[in-house]
């Protein structure tokens, strides 16, 4: 038996060799390693009809309503692993998403609700995931997106606070021109001072390392940069959101559409790709991006990568080759009823000025989702890429292995409810499955599904545990979540519900969701300060929470909101009063983080203590 898996390792190295590791076989059992190496994947607004394997165990149909979509990589993960298809964000926004996932806690037991800075030294804060996993004796490594505005205070004033470490920054990735598409601050342009500084300039680079810039403030400054932007967003189609009131504007709105002027591989997901085979590939030796310098990796010390790929987030623009191919499909898109829009609650409705898309015209539409797919193909083969050099390097070392895959922080509309991007409690936007790939088949089994609730929470308990963490001590007690090996099994308890709570862009709101229904609601009034006026929601009239209730059995499109009918009260009551006791008054805490992060003062509310217990009868 020994004999055969030396075989599979050596054969395994040949393959990584092929893809750029260069690895030697380690025949001999590793004494030093008995953790597993882990891998954490998470990629960024990423829909879950964008893969064939999850629109299968979901509608029983391999492409999305919409039409064409191409996953063989992820497909395979579901294949090797478990897979957790009722996964959900608790913030449907990338910064309290990501946070909550690296804290292992609810937005209203961390603090953290929208893209707030925030600081480390309040009592209830606990250290991040990599922190712990350092404590139990991993080395940590971050390439590409992390989303996590975390500092530490000194004399009162805000610091950086490295979680990993070694973390790759990927801003200075992208100023550094390695890759294709950045944004920055900038105070000179090609070493000349500018008058002004650019804020949040775009700009493109170029196979040969030429920037492009888009800007009309710096076409203003510097008249031979003239007509740029406009050129730029000729030659790499370049398609922006914008208002139906306002019109289209050149260098301002996110980018729907275009074409990356990087090849496959090259682009900032594919840097990250060739950034973490360059550490595998470094033992113990230092290696250089751009300007940063790595440690390369300790052979001997079990391994924790993240891995924060930003496709399919804007600016969507997949290589030429995938776009082409996508060109050429034709896509179903989404349509917004009058009798819908109707009934959409109004903090949602506000959100529209920033992502409605419904004005757009029907090629813009197309086009729209046309590049989406083809981004969401091309981060699939990246996907593949990655997990197969970081299993070949395991088991050329002997070293155990799990792969732990986040579908996305949070989803994505292509039009659905009449709008774009994200925010919203909508499943579209918050339904994220996860799938677990390890060497121990008998934790993760292969092509295992649950259908069991798991939430965003139970990714830090889920690591740390493969890691060898003992749960059940003090040191983790503040862990909201469950370990998923547990709910992959049967022992874990099982929820009725899932929960969520964002401020960012509609404004305080909160939602519970069932297998049969969901409701929101505005939780608070909008310009409210912290600790202020906690029970609002609990002691407002119902006609003034804004509430939305979908019969998701009978409406799984999300499109009726029947919070208002007579039938539906009492359900949509008995969800409002579950709902606002565990976000509002199960240890619920409010910070003034102040604006950038400075501040530490606290508000707790307990006035339903344990009344999040996973159990809700609607009957």
């Known amino acids: 038996m020994k004999a055969k898996y030396v075989v599979l390792t050596i054969i395994g190295a040949i393959l990584l060799g092929a893809m750029g590791f260069n690895v030697k076989v380690d025949t001999n059992t590793n004494e030093k390693q008995q953790k597993p190496n882990i891998l954490w994947i998470v990629t960024d607004d990423h829909r879950y009809d964008a893969v064939r394997a999850f629109n299968k165990i979901l509608h029983n149909r391999e492409m999305s309503e919409l039409g064409y979509v191409e996953s063989p990589s992820i497909d395979k993960l579901t294949e090797m692993g478990t897979t957790f298809i009722n996964t959900y964000c608790h913030s449907a926004v990338c910064a309290p998403s990501r946070s909550a996932m690296h804290l292992g806690r609810y937005p209203w037991h961390s603090g953290v609700y929208q893209f707030e800075y925030y600081n480390n030294t309040p009592e209830h804060f606990k250290p991040t995931l990599p922190e712990q996993m350092a404590s139990e004796g991993y080395q940590t490594f971050h390439v590409g997106k992390l989303g996590v505005r975390l500092k530490t205070l000194e004399n009162g004033k805000t610091k950086a606070h490295q979680i990993y470490q070694n973390d790759i920054s990927f801003k200075k990735m992208h100023k550094e021109g390695l890759t294709d598409w950045g944004k920055d601050w900038f105070r000179s342009i090609d070493g000349e001072k500018l008058e002004r500084p650019l804020q949040s300039a775009e700009f493109l680079v170029e196979p040969d390392g030429t920037f492009l810039y888009a800007s009309l403030d710096l076409e203003a400054q510097r008249p031979k940069y003239k007509g740029m932007t406009e050129a730029m967003n000729k030659k790499y189609d370049i398609f922006r959101h914008y208002n139906d009131k306002k019109g289209k504007h050149p260098d301002k709105g996110m980018i729907l559409s275009g074409v990356s002027p990087q090849p496959a591989g090259k682009n900032r997901d594919g840097q990250y790709n060739i950034v973490l085979k360059d550490y595998l590939n470094n033992k113990n030796e230092k290696f250089t991006v751009g300007s940063q310098t790595v440690k390369g990796i300790d052979p001997d010390k079990p391994l924790f990568v993240h891995l924060g790929y930003n496709f399919p987030h804007t600016p969507v623009l997949p290589p030429a080759d995938y776009r082409a191919r996508f060109q050429k499909k034709n896509y ?62 395991s088991e050329s070392k002997n070293q155990p292995w799990t792969v732990v895959y986040v579908h996305g922080d949070h989803g994505w509309k292509l039009n659905e409810h009449g709008a774009v991007s994200k925010c919203t409690p909508w499943d579209i936007d918050s339904h994220n499955p996860i799938v677990i790939v390890s060497s121990d088949k008998k934790k993760f089994p292969a092509g295992k599904v649950v259908d069991n609730y798991a939430e965003f929470v139970d990714i830090a308990p889920t690591i740390l545990a493969d890691g060898g963490a003992n749960l059940k001590s003090e040191k983790y007690a503040y862990l909201d979540g469950m370990d998923m090996a547990n709910i992959a099994n049967g022992t874990a308890p099982v929820r009725d519900y899932i929960i969520g709570e964002s401020h960012a862009a509609t404004g305080p709101r909160a939602y519970i969701r069932t297998k049969e229904y969901v409701f929101s609601m505005q939780i608070r009034p909008r310009k409210t300060k912290k600790g202020e006026n906690i029970k609002w929601a609990i002691n407002a009239p119902y006609e003034n929470i804004d509430a939305s209730l979908y019969h998701t059995t009978k409406d799984p499109k999300e499109i009726n909101n029947v919070a208002f009918k007579k039938a539906y009260r009492k359900i949509a009551n008995k969800m409002r009063d579950k709902l606002t006791s565990i976000v509002l008054g199960d240890d619920r805490v409010e910070i003034d983080w102040e604006k950038w992060g400075t501040g530490t003062k606290t508000f707790h509310s307990n006035f339903a203590p344990g009344a999040h217990d996973y159990k809700l009868n609607l009957k």
């Open 332 to 393: 179903k898109v989404p349509v917004l009823t009058k009798e819908e829009l109707k009934l959409i609650p109004k903090q949602i409705k506000g959100f529209f000025n920033h992502g409605g898309s419904d004005h757009f015209t029907d090629e813009e539409k197309q086009k729209m989702i046309q590049d989406y797919y083809a981004f969401c193909a091309y981060g699939d083969a990246l996907v593949g890429e990655a997990v197969d050099g970081f299993i070949t390097y």
